[in-house]
Structure formats: C-alpha cells, structure tokens
C-alpha cells in the first residue's frame, strides 16, 4: 500500500479516536448532511482519509463490493467506486492506496480472555510446552531469568496439558516442587483447572483434610493428600491468596493485550469474566485515549449464596450497559459446568468409557436458577457459561424461570459456548430469544481430545454451527475463540466454519459447514448484536464506526485450504490504523 500525507503508526498513546461522544454526534450529523444531499457520495465535510484502489468487502445487507471509503471523525462517510471516492478529496485529506488489496469491516471475536494476551512478559509460558520436562523447564528458566525473589508467586500462561503434552496429564504438586521448591507456583490452564506446588497449597491453606468446595474439587493421590490438581470452586481457595496486581499494571496488561488482538485484525471483543478492577481498567484505558479494541464486558464476581449475590448487584458500582463505544458492560457472567476436554462438560449421556460419568455441575442448581431470577429483577441481564448438553437444559430452564418474573425477550441472555447443545435446546433458545455464542476454535487443536473423551458421536455434534444460524439467525448467535483457550487466529475460526477440518485434516461434523459469506458475518456482523452495537458497527457502511482491516490475500477467492494462512496487514480502528505489519 502506498499513502499520500499517511501519517506513521500511531503509538499506542494516540491511536484512539477522538472522544465517543464527539465522534457519534460527528458521525450521525455527516451521515445526515449526505442524506440532505440526497447523493451518499458526496459530502460538503472533506474527509480525513480516504483508502482507494482496494476490493472492499462491505458486509452490508447486500454483501457489496466496493473499491473506496471515506472516513471523517472516526466514521465512514462514503463508500463506493475510486471516482466518486476521488471527488471528495480536499488539500488535507490523506489517501492511502490498497494496490488491489481485500479490505473487509473490523473483525469481532465474540469471547475472549483479552487480559491474557499482555501477560507474556511476566508469567511462564508453558504454552510452547509438549512434555512434561519441557514444562518444568519452562518454570524454572523463567524464575531463574526474570531473578524472582524467594516467596513471590509464579503464574503461568493458560494452556491445555492433556491435549498438549505427550503425557497427556497435569503435572503434580511433585513436579512443581523439582523446579520450584522456593516459590509459590500456580500454572493456570485454560480454565477450570489448575496446578499449584506444596508453597501454593500452603499458602491457601488447602491440607488432606480440607474439604472440597461445593461445585468444585481437590485432588488427591492415592494416600488422601492433596497432589496439586484443584478443579474449578477450588480454584478460588488459592487464586484468593495470589496477590492482586496493581491498578496501573492492570491498565498496562490491557493496553498490551489489546495490541497483540490488533495484530490478528480484531477490533472489537467481549471479554468474559471480569471482576471490579479488571473492568474499572477497561474504563480507564478509554478514559485516557489508549483503547485500540472496542471491549464489550462480562462481569463475574464468586459468590456462592443468592442473598450475598443480590446484595452484589445493588451495591454494584456501574450498571448493565454503562459504557461508550471503547469499554461497555454487557451483563453477568455465570457458569454451570466445566469444558469437553476438561471431563467436566456436565452432559445428558456418558463419556467414552465411562459409563455413569456426566461431568460435574459446576454450582448448586437451586442456587444458580435464583441467581439468575434475582439477576433479571435487577435489571441485568445473564449470560451463562454451558458447554454440555445437561447443562444447557439447566440454563434454559433458569431463563425461563426468569422470563415468568420479567420478560427476557429482546434482552439478549445468552448461552455462552453451548458445545454441545442439541437440536432441541436450540429450538428451545430461539422460543425464548436467548443467544447460543458458540466457538468453533475448540474443534481446532483440541478436536482430538474431544473425541477421546466424548466418544465420535458427541464430537462430530460439537459446535452445531449450521443448525445454529439456520434456527436462531445471524442475530443471535457469533463467532468467537475463548482467547486464551484456544488460538486467537480468525481466519483460522472461518476456516474451520466453512470446512470442519482440525489440523490433521479430520472433518467433525460436515453437515454443519457454512459458506465463507457467512462465516465472515459471523466475525462481523454477528457479534455486535451482543453488546447492542449492531448500528454502529459490523459492516462498512456510511455513519459506522470505521473499522476496518486489510488482508494478505482475498479471503473470497483463495483456495479453500489458503483461508487459513491469510493474515491482517493493517488494522484501522476509528479511522486510525492501530497495527501495521511489517513490509
């Protein structure tokens, strides 16, 4: 791409927009002058910049193709062929040259764990790890390298050891200890597990005799003490005692984790589960102009009994839906079981070979239908981690229990992930105008594990993305990868959407593949209907937040194979680019 007058990438401090506020009424007031003109080509406002000369895929209701955008403010104010974008031009206005490149509307991962892509510089990245030598390598050089003193906590990066290492196993308290015998160590996984060595366990005072949390469990060796694996409640019994990070290192992990999501072309997320300061740190990273993601946010706060969670939300100190175009908050997250390559996926039938074995319910049932109950007179709404299918069914019968109280229709409650859901529970969904977010990511580099543990008939049912959209619609239903769980990548997502091929070649599930039209308006489109942003962006179109992202090949044209090897090149967000990559 060449540039007329572009301006160099902008450092992280000033990539952001001008103020949400200035930016909307801008945009609406432009889009408004070039109705009155009756042309939407034209405009007597001269933009800031124009891109030219490129294969821009709209997205819009048509799935137009254009070749030029005008942006002024942050928003697009004309979309069209190079001669009418051209008339536009005033003296000060840039031109940028896409040399033919595919441009297509910001892309949205719909869940996501953003905190943790700004972490690699202060936990072990075991992530690299495929044994479990090679782990604990991984621990001990990065204690001895980043000098941690004596006592001082060690965390690690989420990751995925059955399905990584050659053991196919977690490591054990033992382990930790061979290379970790002066620190607390917790290794984190990607969610409701995790390690921690005899200091960790120590320091949270979890002993033999502890007993294990309801929804939760201490594992033990075959002599009944505890031999480092805790599964999810009893996570919090040690993550409590981990001293919290400060506010400003917050504020810079977020900063960090949102440029990595720059690099993959994601320009806007929901972040699932975050407590008062992560979610404060959002607020302030947008407050000071450094936002280069539009983050939508889950809260999540552990409590255990409906009055304590009740007492929660009146005393709540921001409300559902408080927010601006950088950092809102899009309701309560709540979880009920665990995940399919965890054995804790809380499912109708058995695992394989496991006769008798449903995963776990990750809360009492009684207490989690209240919750939700309590949530919606509350005014908030409630979006609930399920992955099993015996899971689903005890959301949506917590939904419905809620809707009785107060209608839910046209609030947007979701299941997030539904795995596993079945086709009646999908039918069920669109009865109540519940959302379904699903992520095909896990059928990625973790299909393998899933099939050992769930059997082939679970595995090829997983992700029903076909029957998703067909039930429920583009409207209520996304396209996201529960980052760090599994691979940000979104061009890997759409690959795996339109062939259902893990990275042996293996296809789960055939019937459920989607064209590549609309598995890019599943990381377009779809998401802002989450977060209730679907007019202000998704699409390139006149009055939208100008977000935008050029590709290193057509993703319309390429073979079907070459999906997943495209990459973004520049990521414009605002009208700004926030992420370049190298020449």
């Not at 160099?8 to 109705?35: E, F, Y």
């Amino acid at each position: 791409m060449t540039t007329n007058a572009l301006p160099k990438p902008s450092r992280s401090a000033d990539v952001a927009s001008s103020p949400v506020r200035q930016l909307a009424v801008t945009a609406l007031a432009v889009a408004a002058g070039l109705l009155a003109t009756g042309c939407a080509h034209h405009t007597a406002t001269e933009p800031d910049v124009v891109y030219v000369n490129g294969k821009i895929v709209t997205v819009d209701k048509n799935f137009s193709i254009a070749q030029a955008v005008a942006i002024k403010n942050g928003a697009f104010v004309a979309v069209g062929s190079d001669e009418r974008i051209r008339r536009l031009l005033a003296p000060r206005t840039k031109v940028v040259d896409l040399q033919g490149r595919t441009a297509v509307p910001g892309l949205m991962d719909a869940h996501t764990h953003m905190d943790g892509a700004g972490t690699v510089e202060t936990t072990a990245q075991v992530i690299k790890a495929r044994t479990v030598a090679e782990a604990q390598a991984i621990i001990g050089d990065f204690i001895r390298t980043k000098t941690i003193p004596a006592g001082q906590w060690v965390q690690s990066s989420r990751w995925h050891p059955p399905s990584q290492l050659k053991e196919q196993r977690y490591l054990t308290r033992e382990e930790l200890d061979a290379v970790a015998p002066d620190h607390p160590v917790y290794v984190q996984t990607v969610g409701h597990f995790a390690m921690a060595n005899s200091k960790a366990l120590a320091a949270a005072g979890i002993t033999r005799d502890t007993p294990d949390p309801v929804g939760g469990k201490i594992h033990r060796d075959a002599s009944g003490e505890p031999n480092g694996v805790v599964e999810s409640a009893a996570l919090q019994l040690v993550e409590k005692v981990i001293p919290s990070p400060t506010f400003e290192q917050r504020v810079a992990q977020n900063i960090a984790g949102q440029r990595v999501y720059n690099r993959s072309g994601i320009t806007s997320t929901v972040v699932a589960g975050l407590n008062e300061d992560q979610i404060k740190a959002y607020y302030a990273v947008a407050e000071r102009g450094q936002s280069t993601v539009r983050a939508g946010m889950f809260w999540r706060f552990p409590v255990d009994a409906v009055q304590a969670f009740e007492a929660k939300l009146k005393s709540a100190p921001f409300k559902d839906g408080q927010g601006d175009d950088w950092a809102r908050l899009a309701g309560i997250k709540l979880v009920s079981d665990g995940g399919m390559t965890l054995k804790s996926a809380y499912i109708r039938g058995s695992y394989a070979h496991e006769p008798g074995n449903h995963g776990m319910v990750a809360v009492d049932p009684d207490t989690y239908v209240r919750m939700v109950r309590v949530a919606n007179r509350n005014g908030w709404r409630v979006h609930t981690h399920a992955v099993g299918d015996a899971a689903v069914d005890l959301t949506l019968k917590a939904y419905a229990s809620a809707d009785t109280d107060s209608s839910i229709a046209g609030r947007r409650f979701s299941v997030v992930h539904g795995s596993l859901v079945a086709a009646d529970q999908i039918e069920t969904a669109r009865s109540l105008d519940v959302r379904i977010d699903a992520q095909n990511a896990f059928m990625w580099d973790k299909a393998g594990t899933v099939e050992r543990y769930m059997g082939p008939l679970l595995a090829h049912r997983a992700v029903p993305t076909r029957r998703l959209l067909d039930v429920l619609g583009m409207e209520r239903t996304s396209a996201g990868t529960d980052n760090e769980v599994n691979l940000l990548n979104p061009f890997i997502g759409m690959y795996l959407m339109v062939t259902r091929k893990d990275p042996r070649g293996i296809v789960y599930g055939a019937d459920q593949k989607i064209s590549r039209e609309e598995a890019l308006r599943l990381y377009t489109n779809a998401g802002p209907y989450l977060t209730f942003e679907e007019k202000r962006k998704g699409s390139i179109e006149v009055g939208k937040l100008a977000d935008m992202v050029v590709l290193s090949a057509d993703y319309l044209s390429v073979p079907e194979e070459k999906i997943k090897d495209i990459v973004a090149i520049e990521t414009i967000v605002g009208g700004r680019p926030v992420y370049r990559a190298a020449p």
